[in-house]
């Protein structure tokens, strides 16, 4: 059974940093690439980055371009997203998501596993 699950979300001022972390199991992590979605109050879920089986190769939203870092460790079946610069537009609710093959996503349509979310709240 597939399970992600988001950690490290929390309230920041804008300018600030978090990171956030997701453990995945249930399935070969390295067989699968990466990615996160996030979802702003009122607004559909949007595509932020994803990252491929093995971690060579990213795609970023081009609001996330610059500012965040995608990045995976195969061996702790771990994924995480560096955010800096953070703005009051990032505020919502960050998934972990798994994407239908081993290349890098670059839509939120690419994915078919989500964990439960995280939230991320930025302040003016």
């Known amino acids: 059974q597939v399970q992600l699950v988001e950690s490290g979300g929390g309230l920041v001022q804008a300018g600030g940093s978090l990171r956030l972390s997701c453990a995945a199991s249930g399935f070969t992590f390295s067989f699968y690439a990466m990615g996160w979605l996030r979802q702003a109050p009122g607004k559909e879920r949007e595509f932020v980055a994803s990252?491929?089986?093995?971690?060579?190769?990213?795609y970023y939203a081009g609001s996330s371009k610059g500012r965040f870092t995608i990045s995976r460790d195969n061996a702790k079946n771990t994924m995480y997203l560096q955010m800096n610069s953070l703005k009051p537009e990032d505020t919502g609710v960050y998934y972990c998501?798994?994407?239908?093959?081993?290349?890098?996503?670059?839509?939120?349509?690419?994915?078919?596993?989500w964990g439960q979310g995280t939230r991320v709240t930025v302040s003016s």
């Open positions: 990252i491929d089986g093995r971690g060579g190769d990213i």
């Open positions: 998501a798994r994407a239908r093959g081993v290349l890098v996503a670059t839509a939120s349509t690419d994915f078919s596993a």
